[in-house]
């Protein structure tokens, strides 16, 4: 019996990518990170295609990866932080796939987003603003990340430490 992806939920700076990335090389199952995926196909970095073409644009090319990945087996799928906006994306990947929130508190996101210029959807506030930012939107999607099967706080813990949560709860 294939094994059920794995799909990792969560705000900005939460580890989605890194922790994705260690929990498939320990289970030797393919990893996919869909904003890497997105880049990749459209030849372009994710702040350049919210600058040049806007955030619908980068939503609907997220969710054609999102139909694309959703089918896969054996692999540990890391989203977006606004991924779970869209209802058909939680939809689609949780059909072959358990779902995974991770969480972190905001002085460990605000640490894990400092640097410019990666992240536009927190880049439109100026810096002062940041933490409001944060807590707002991390406020407004609250219930979008409660669809997780189970979560995780990352905040105190190191990639690795997150995959033996995981492995734990699975
Ligand atoms: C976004 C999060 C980013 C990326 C895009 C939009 C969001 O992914 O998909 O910049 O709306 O929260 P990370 O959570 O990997 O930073």
Redesign the pocket.
Known sequence: MPMKNIVLIG??GTG??STGRALAQKLGAAFLDL?QEIEREAGMA?PDMFAQKGEAYFRAREHEMVERVAGRRNAVIST???TVKDPRNVAALRENGVIVCLQADVETILERTASKGE???LDKEDQGNRRMAIEMLIEERRELYRQADFSVDTSKLSPLQVVEEILHYL
């Open positions: 705000f900005m989605k990518t904003d994710i977006g932080g606004g992240r536009p959807v």
